[in-house]
């Protein structure tokens, strides 16, 4: 190839002299440059992505977490978000309690709840799993039903039904949930599962409180399986 080229370039030059060269020479320059203007776009928008996608993908799930909340009368508080950029968002000190009207039915605390977002999923798809995988450590709180099991605030959870991840871990887990007349307490909670894999369930301590029983369970061990 190099010495066919050479050739016709020679014969190029010999027919129609040096002057036949400049629309090559023009051609050459424009492709230098116009691959250099490329590659330099193709790396800026690159750079951009990379020191902007964390800050837009932090405040979006703010945002999105505050409008979800509020929809179903609650409130949501979040201390910091970190959002690496194509890894895990970490969500830090995450609290959700009652708004207007709800009657102070949830109240929920998480020191750290790790999420993996399927971004495809929210952009393209209307009925795919929101969350691949979610992680959460130190979660404490209360939830209280009235006499009927509703919650007063008439909170729709068929909406949080996309947010049901693939796979799940509970960390450190004490929860309280109570009606007029029963109570039921978990205490140490350590609870996982997957779809591909069996997971594992640990209580430290489970209290129920009705009135005519009251039992306690302790280091209670299982599996679990999530489908």
């Not at 795919?128 to 209280?144: Q, Y």
């Amino acid at each position: 190839a190099p010495i066919g080229a050479f050739g016709a370039m020679a014969f190029t030059i010999g027919r129609y002299g040096l002057s036949s060269l400049g629309p090559l020479a023009k051609l050459i320059v424009t492709l230098w440059i116009t691959s250099t203007l490329f590659v330099l776009i193709v790396l800026l928008a690159g750079a951009l992505d990379v020191l902007f996608a964390p800050f837009v993908v932090a405040r979006g799930v703010r945002l999105w977490i505050w409008w979800a909340t509020q929809r179903q009368g609650l409130t949501a508080e979040i201390e910091h978000v970190d959002a690496p950029f194509l890894r895990a968002v970490t969500l830090r000190n995450l609290s959700v309690g009652p708004g207007n009207g709800t009657g102070g039915e949830v109240s929920l605390r998480a020191a750290t709840v790790v999420v993996d977002l399927n971004l495809r999923g929210w952009l393209f798809a209307d009925n795919a799993r929101l969350l691949r995988s979610v992680r959460a450590d130190g979660v404490s709180g209360t939830i209280r039903l009235p006499a009927n099991g509703r919650t007063g605030g008439g909170i729709d959870w068929r909406p949080w039904v996309r947010l049901l991840p693939d796979e799940f871990q509970f960390n450190d887990l004490n929860l309280d949930v109570a009606t007029p007349t029963t109570t039921a307490s978990f205490r140490g909670i350590l609870l996982s599962a997957s779809a591909i894999e069996s997971g594992r369930f640990f209580a430290r301590q489970i209290f129920f409180t009705a009135p005519l029983l009251r039992q306690t369970f302790v280091n209670l061990r299982g599996a679990t399986s999530w489908e």
